[in-house]
């Protein structure tokens, strides 16, 4: 039967800390293993660890482009960037080219359309007049004359047809040429606008690795279980021996005053009592040790339980003592 008191509850605030700092180490390593450096054919990336607030490191994942990747990149971003300057520079004439009035209402179409006669139909309309005024001539036909009169009615009734059918037929044409007159220097200030995008990195997706977490709390409250358990059956044993030792006769009185005892030494607790192994002073020093309790004390917790004889000493009632 060994010596022992029992164990002493671990404390939380401790125990919190050492599950946190568990968790730390544990996300520490789960780290450094996802913290993979790749090396491709197009580049690398590369993961450098700097310091970090408190105990949590910080990393820094740096990518790089091959020789041949970068020279392209440097390319297509000069490229970018001179488009972006025609942008703002071509974007100017957005203010201009706003302002101007547009409409599609018959009177604007039909400007439209007599500008386009005039351009298109016009120089044919004349090379036509000359060529019939020069046949009129060949035949005779004088100026003033009343078959030249009704041969240049003909002709003009001619041309105003030629515009009126333009004037019928031409107005989608027309329409659609201003649209695109009026769209296009803006469709391409767009194109340019949209054509210097800023390209948004990629980020490498690092290969995940998991490390099983140390269970910290629960092993401190097993182990304080444990040295629980073992100090209840020290206890348990401790009064059963005791029992054992001073069941027979259950009102029985033992001298167990401390005047009486030699090499005491405490060998476990019982009762909140202190349970020795010693020797009487009048035994030999080969003699085997007993056990037992002293009277000091069992007369601190249970005065009931002692009595002091004639001789002043004191006696222990140990079923009492022990609440058998």
């Not at 036909?141 to 030249?148: E, L, T, V």
């Not at 004191?314 to 079923?319: L, M, Q």
Request: aromatic content about 4%; hydrophobic content about 30%; cysteine-free.
């Amino acid at each position: 039967m060994g010596k022992g008191s029992a164990p002493v509850p671990p404390n939380p605030v401790t125990t919190a800390q050492a599950q946190t700092a568990s968790n730390i180490n544990t996300a520490t390593a789960q780290s450094e293993l996802n913290h993979v450096n790749q090396v491709t054919p197009y580049g690398n990336l590369t993961y450098t660890q700097e310091a970090g607030e408190g105990d949590v490191p910080q990393y820094t994942a740096t990518q790089t482009l091959s020789p041949t990747g970068q020279a392209l990149f440097d390319a297509n971003s000069s490229t970018m960037q001179n488009l972006a300057d025609l942008g703002v520079e071509q974007s100017g004439r957005l203010s201009g080219l706003l302002s101007e009035p547009f409409s599609l209402d018959n009177d604007a179409v039909e400007s439209r359309l007599m500008e386009l006669g005039s351009n298109r139909l016009a120089p044919l309309l004349e090379k036509r007049r000359v060529q019939q005024e020069q046949s009129l001539a060949d035949r005779g036909i004088r100026i003033g004359s009343d078959a030249y009169g009704s041969a240049q009615s003909d002709i003009s009734q001619g041309e105003n047809d030629a515009y009126n059918q333009l004037l019928l037929t031409g107005r989608n044409q027309a329409m659609q040429e201003a649209i695109t007159a009026r769209s296009q220097p803006l469709n391409e200030i767009m194109a340019i606008s949209q054509g210097s995008q800023i390209q948004q990195p990629n980020f490498a997706q690092t290969p995940q690795s998991g490390v099983a977490n140390t269970d910290v709390a629960g092993l401190i409250s097993n182990n304080y279980n444990q040295q629980l358990n073992a100090y209840n059956q020290q206890q348990q044993n401790n009064n059963q021996m005791l029992g054992g030792l001073f069941g027979v006769g259950a009102n029985l009185m033992m001298l167990s005053d401390d005047r009486t005892k030699k090499d005491k030494q405490k060998v476990g607790k019982t009762n909140g009592m202190n349970i020795w192994s010693y020797r009487y002073k009048d035994e030999e020093q080969s003699a085997p040790k007993r056990l037992g309790l002293m009277a000091s004390e069992v007369q601190k917790r249970n005065p009931d339980a002692v009595t002091t004889g004639e001789d002043g000493l004191r006696r222990v009632n140990y079923s009492m003592a022990l609440g058998a």
